[in-house]
Antibody, heavy 116, light 112 residues
């Protein structure tokens, strides 16, 4: 069955960067799209951007341009998101999800805490 | 960006009660391909979102048929016909017609 396994919780200092991973199995990763989302606890969900694993092509929410960078490693069927110049406003749970129009498959989420 | 306005923000229901959640869009969600990409998701406490309904009214595989969706263009409704204890959580509408994808603010369902 389809699985999306995200990396563990992160505690990072302001100004630092962090790289989150989303390891997949159970479907053809190399011809699929992956989206990433941000959710501050107690708030709604924001779409960060999307990447096509076939050629690495990306599309970003304007709000997250310069903050998030999406990449993939097709050899390990893993998607990555780099978050840079972190501030306390980046403290949130981040989800990966297979990007179709329907978003039926989600990772379990990873909590990123930005604190000195 | 498309704004999705969900009401009510909270719902308190008894087991077996039927409830509805409204989602209104700031723009038509009818795509040029003829489909309307308005989905409903449930996020249980501490979990990732779960797809319930896609393209307005299509029940995702494995989702109980007490969930139903309706609507068109800018006005959409999720109905739960006979709430069960496992239905508690936050319900979100989400649109994938226009970039960027956007979500409603959520409706928290509590069980009395």
């Amino acid at each position: 069955q389809v699985k999306l396994q995200q990396s563990g919780a992160e505690l990072v200092k302001p100004g630092a960067s962090v790289k989150l991973s989303c390891k997949t199995s159970g479907y053809t990763f190399s011809t699929s799209y992956m989206s990433w989302f941000k959710q501050i606890p107690g708030q709604s969900i924001e779409w960060i951007g999307m990447i096509y694993a076939g050629d690495g092509g990306t599309g970003y929410n304007q709000k997250f341009k310069g903050k998030a960078t999406l990449t993939v490693d097709t050899s390990s069927s893993t998607a990555y998101m780099d978050l840079s110049s972190l501030t306390t406003e980046d403290s949130a749970v981040y989800f990966c999800a297979i990007a179709t129009y329907y978003y039926a498959y989600w990772g379990q989420g990873v909590m990123v805490t930005v604190s000195s | 960006d498309v704004v999705l306005t969900q009401t009510p923000p909270t719902l308190s229901a008894t087991i077996g009660q039927s409830v509805s959640i409204s989602c209104r869009s700031s723009q038509s969600l009818l795509d040029s391909d003829g489909d309307t990409y308005l989905n409903w998701l449930l996020q249980r406490p501490g979990q990732s979102p779960q797809l319930l309904i896609y393209s307005v009214s299509n029940l995702e595989s494995g989702v109980p048929n007490r969930f139903s969706g309706s609507g068109s263009e800018t006005d959409f409704t999720l109905k739960i016909s006979g709430v069960e204890a496992e239905d508690l959580g936050v319900y979100y509408c989400m649109q994938a017609t226009h970039a960027p994808l956007t979500f409603g603010s959520g409706t928290k369902l509590e069980i009395k």
